[in-house]
């Protein structure tokens, strides 16, 4: 494949999309991308004031750009339906849908408003129910698509089912590999399903690569990796790393090009996966465990409450 950038982007005029997690790092570089290409954008933030300013931003970037900001925060089930009841009162199809925000490595365990792990909770239960409670809206459209940011960290993680909200030991990273794995698993799970059922979606899911975002310098690591005894091998690490904008790539090519597939888990090409031009990345062995994606998706119907 070519260098894929931006400017591969497809006219998207018309098209109503709604990015998760739009205020910062690649939901603000997939919301910007979008809108630059006419697309209208649905910033769906938890911060409200924030996502403001960020139509401004936009705006003042794309002349015109259609973007509006509403409510939602991923660590409340109710926030999520209060969101969804909106959009389904606004009755307009949706045709791009990235389940983009999330949080990393949270230091202690924290529980959502509804007890669940925070990080499980927030970046795989609350964008199963948001997509759950979307399908209709989605299945209006032509041609729709959802993507949904995993982490090449996925590998690192295991569907733990005797203890899904790590109750027991608590790590970090592994617990942030757990919920990875889980959004990377119900992409694929829901391109099956979209196949069986005939929902017409096209379901993928994107590793930005390393991407510099808020998630490593505001997050929780102050900037180091867990488990790092010094930050010389993140300066390395960071020396190799990409901006936020060639992060959010593998993202804006499984929502826009005509060649992205569903099912497809798309990263950079680079060296170590921590940037280049999106290619379809390697499924690891956890990834392609259909037995797994299908009971994580029974439990998170049970849990959340949301039947697709
Ligand atoms: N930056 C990287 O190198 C990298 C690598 C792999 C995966 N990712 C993934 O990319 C996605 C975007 O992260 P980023 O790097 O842009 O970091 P970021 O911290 O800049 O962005 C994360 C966004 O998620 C939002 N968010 C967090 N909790 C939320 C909640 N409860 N409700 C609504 N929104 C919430 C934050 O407000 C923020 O805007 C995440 O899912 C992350 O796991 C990033």
């Known amino acids: ?46 911060n409200l004031s924030k996502g403001r300013d960020t139509v401004q931003r936009i705006q ?30 606004r009755d307009r199809p949706i045709d791009i849908l990235v389940n983009n925000a999330g949080v990393m490595a949270v230091p202690n365990r924290q529980t959502t408003q509804d007890g669940f792990e925070l990080q499980f909770g927030t970046n795989h239960l609350g964008h199963f129910a948001l997509t759950g ?20 960290v996925h590998r690192y993680g295991k569907i ?21 794995l889980a959004v990377l698993q119900f ?7 979209s196949d069986r059922h005939g929902w017409g979606i096209l ?10 975002t808020g998630l490593q310098t505001a997050g929780p690591n102050l900037g180091k990796p867990e488990g790092a005894k010094s930050r010389d091998g993140y300066a390395l690490i960071s020396f190799l790393s990409q901006d936020a904008a060639s992060g959010a790539l593998p993202s804006l090519y499984g929502a826009t090009s005509p060649n992205a597939q569903g099912g497809a888990y798309y990263g950079p090409s680079g060296g170590f996966e921590l940037k280049g031009t999106p290619v379809p990345a390697k499924l690891s ?24």
């Open 285 to 308: 062995r956890r990834a392609r465990d259909e037995k797994t994606a299908s009971e994580l998706w029974n439990v998170s119907e049970r849990l959340t409450g949301v039947k697709f």
């Open 203 to 212: 379901s993928c899911a994107a590793h930005p690569g390393f991407a510099r």
């Open 60 to 89: 003042s970037l794309t002349k015109g750009a259609k973007v509006e900001v509403e409510l939602l925060d991923l660590a409340s089930l109710n926030s999520v339906a209060e969101f969804c009841n909106r959009m389904i009162h």
């Open 1 to 46: 494949m070519n260098r894929w950038t931006e400017t591969d982007i497809p006219n998207q005029n018309g098209r109503f999309v709604i990015v998760t997690g739009a205020t910062s790092g690649l939901g603000y570089e997939t919301a910007r991308a979008l809108a630059a290409k006419g697309a209208e954008v649905v910033l769906a933030v938890r």
């Open 133 to 152: 409670q979307l399908l209709p809206l989605i299945q209006k459209a032509s041609a729709p698509r959802v993507v949904s940011v995993s982490s090449i």
């Open 187 to 193: 992409a694929l799970e829901l391109q099956r399903r």
């Open 160 to 180: 733990n089912f005797d203890d899904l909200q790590s109750q027991g030991r608590y790590g970090p990273m592994k617990v942030y590999g757990q919920s990875k």
